[in-house]
Nanobody
Framework: QVQLVESGGGLVQAGGSLRLSCAASGRSVSTYAMGWFRQAPGKEREFVGAISWSGAATHVDHSIRGRFTVSRDTAKNTAYLQMNTLKPEDTAVYYC????????????????????WGQGTQVTVSS
């Protein structure tokens, strides 16, 4: 069983930054690819970014590219979502997810690709 615990959410003013963390624990998590998704009120959950288990390959949705980056500390089995120049429309519950990576450079973009999810952390951006 894999457990994911997010942290780092909160209230921030527009233009500010936050870094979310997702600590993974469980068997073989070091070979799990990880993803970030978000869900705003009244909207469906959407993809934000993903990273391979090696950390060598990442992908961020084009709508937020340049403001958000995904990284991980393989020694700590922790993934990060660095969010800069935040906008009110970034307000959402942010979730991390994980699944076994097929290859060291594999990452995944769809909700259905992931079998493990964190509890979510609220990010609120005020104008």
């Amino acid at each position: 069983q894999v457990q994911l615990v997010e942290s780092g959410g909160g209230l921030v003013q527009a233009g500010g930054s936050l870094r979310l963390s997702c600590a993974a624990s469980g068997r073989s998590v070091s070979t799990y690819a990880m993803g970030w998704f978000r869900q705003a009120p009244g909207k469906e959950r959407e993809f934000v970014g993903a990273i391979s288990w090696s950390g060598a390959a990442t992908h961020v949705d084009h709508s937020i590219r340049g403001r958000f980056t995904v990284s991980r500390d393989t020694a700590k089995n922790t993934a990060y979502l660095q969010m800069n120049t935040l906008k009110p429309e970034d307000t959402a519950v942010y979730y991390c997810s994980a699944r076994p990576g097929e290859f060291s450079g594999s990452y995944y973009l769809g909700e259905q690709d992931y079998g493990y999810w964190g509890q979510g952390t609220q990010v609120t951006v005020s104008s």
